[in-house]
C-alpha cells in the first residue's frame, strides 16, 4: 500500500514521468499559490473519483465505463469548483477556466481506468493520493521555480533582492515550456544516477 | 414471438448500459443540487464584494450604493444623498478570456470617472498592464461627449484619445470597445428613464 502511494511522488510521477495533465501544468503555475491550489483541487477530484470507482466497478458494464468514468469525476470537479468560487473567490477567479477543465485532465481519467476499475478501495486511495500528492508537488515546483525569477516572490513573499529585474518570460507560456523542459531533464538525470548506483551494488 | 423479442430487448446488454449510466447521471445530478445550494449565496456575497470594493475605489467619497435601472448598473450616493455618479459592470471578449470591468461615470455620463479590473486573464507583462494607474489613469476624467478612441505609439492629439499599451494593441481596443459600447447603453437607459419620469 506505502508502494501504491509512493510509486506517484517519484517513479510513475504524473507530470514528470507520466507527461500527464500538462495542460493545467503548463497554464496555471505562474505563482506558487495557484500551483498549490490547481494541485489540491486535482488531488481532491482524484481521490474521490478513484475512491468511488472502486466500490462500484463490478456494476459498470464495460461497454460504457469510459462514459461513466467521466460523469463521475465531472461530479466531483464541479464540486470543487463551487467550493472555490464560495470560499477562495480570489483563487477561483486566478484558476479561471483551468478549474472546469480538470475533467478532462487525463491522469484522473488515467488512474480510474488503469488503477481504480482493477484494484481495491483502500489501494485505489493510496494510488490516488499518491498520484495527486505527486502532481500537486510536481506543480508547487514550476509555480515556485516561474514565481520567483517572474516576479521575485515565493507564494507572495519576496525572496529575491530589491532591485531584481524579474524575467517576465517566465510568468508567460515560453517560460512555463522552459521550466518543464528543464525539470523532466532533471527528473531523468537523478533517476539515472539512481540506476546506475543501484548497478554498481549489484 | 412479440413477447420473446420484448423480453430479450428489455434483458439486452442496451438496457443495462442505459440503466447504469441514467442511474450515475441522477445521483450525480442530485448531489450536485446540494454543492450548488451550499455554494450559491456565497458565490453570490462575493461577487456583491468584489463589485462594492471597486465602486469604493472609483469614488472614495461614496456612502451609498443603490441598484440603478438595470442588474449590474448602480448609483453612487454620498453622505447627503447626492448622486455621486453611476457605476456598471462591463464585459466583452479580451486578448485570452473574458475582461470585466467596474466603470464610474459621473451623473450626466457626460465624464469618465474611472474603472477597475475585475477580471482578466491578458498576459503578463503585456496585456495584464490595464490594470495599471498608468494605463487606467488616462481614462481619469476623460470627456465622453465622443466614443474614446485609442492611439498606438503616439501623444493623444484629441480629448477623447488615449494611448494603447505597447504591444498590447488587443487588450487595449477591448477595454475601450467594451467601455463605448456600455456607456452609450447606460447613456441610453438613464434618457429613457428621465424622459418617463417627466412624463409623470
Redesign the interface.
Known sequence: MIKDFLKGLWRENPIFVQVLGTCPTLAVTTKALFGLSMGLATMFVVICSSVTISIIKKLVPGQVRIAMFTVIIALFVTAADYFLKANFFEISKALGPYVPLIVVNCLILGRAEAFASKNGVLRSFWDAFGMGMGFTCALIAMGSVREILGAGTIFGFRVMWHDFTTWTVMALPAGAFITFGLFVGLFKMIDKRICEEKEKQV | MVLKAIRSIVTS?FV??AA??GI??GL?GA??VY??N??LP??EV??AA?TERAIKSIFPEVLEIKPGVEKDIFEVLDTDKNILGYAFLAEGSGYQ?VIKLIVGVSPDVETMKGFEVI?S?E???LGAEITTDKFRGQFKALGLAHAIEYVKGQKPTMPYQIEAITGATISSRAVVNMLNSKISRVRELLFKKAAEEQKI
Request: proline share 4%.
Open positions: 446488454n443495462k448500459m447504469a449510466l450515475v447521471s450525480s448531489a450536485l454543492v450548488y451550499y455554494s456565497k458565490i462575493n461577487i468584489d478570456g477580471e486573464q498576459t503578463p507583462g
